[in-house]
T-cell receptor
């Protein structure tokens, strides 16, 4: 069966520090991968999605970037965090636009 | 991009009541899903429903793709149904969410 992992579960970082969040999927090949951010009490904002290795589509211009170095690995990064980057980051996968499944998420607090 | 609107934004029910949540979308879509986000933040798949009607226990969903809306029905609500319900639509590989409906079921 397919599983999706995200780590870390929680993270507290100072403003201006770098960020790296990792998402890996098991049990499937060539999935579409997604990064979302959810501010407290708000909906899910699509940040990036990828349909294959090295293929990244960015939805919101900001100081975040994403990479897909392997088929089932999706990384979200920042060189310098801002206070506004705080939120709940969720990774998801789907195959051919069918059912999407979400990871457990990372709660990021930028101080 | 495609716009997704959910209503109502907030809903408070007494345990045992029924409810209907609505999702409207602005363009044709390849797929539509309903999710429940529990108090711990986990998103749980409820239905994959690009068209037609599906039922799973006390929950059912209907999507009328030609009229660009979907409905989620919750019958005999329980306190464990509380949380935020999201619909998400697929269009050209990206997946867009509505703002959600926050449901509170009181005992």
């Amino acid at each position: 069966s397919q599983t999706i992992h995200q780590w870390p579960a929680t993270l507290v970082q100072p403003v201006g520090s770098p960020l790296s969040l990792e998402c890996t999927v098991e049990g499937t090949s060539n999935p579409n991968l997604y990064w979302y951010r959810q501010a407290a009490g708000r909906g899910l904002q699509l940040l990036f999605y990828s349909v294959g290795i090295g293929q990244i589509s960015s939805e919101v211009p900001q100081n975040l970037s994403a990479s897909r170095p392997q088929d089932r690995q999706f990384i979200l990064s920042s060189k310098k965090l801002l206070l506004s980057d705080s939120g709940f980051y969720l990774c998801a996968w789907s195959v051919l636009g069918l059912d999407a499944f979400f990871g457990p998420g990372t709660r990021l607090t930028v101080l | 991009g495609i716009q997704v609107e959910q209503s109502p934004p907030d809903l408070i029910l007494q345990e045992g009541a029924n409810s209907t949540l609505r999702c409207n979308f602005s363009d044709s879509v390849n797929n539509l899903q309903w999710f429940h986000q529990n108090p711990w933040g986990q998103l749980i798949n409820l239905f994959y429903i690009p068209s037609g009607t599906k039922q799973n226990g006390r929950l059912s969903a209907t999507t009328v793709a030609t009229e660009r809306y979907s409905l989620l029905y919750i019958s005999s609500s329980q306190t464990t149904d509380s949380g935020v319900y999201f619909c998400a639509v697929y269009n050209n590989n990206d997946m867009r969410f509505g703002a959600g409906t926050r449901l509170t079921v009181k005992p």
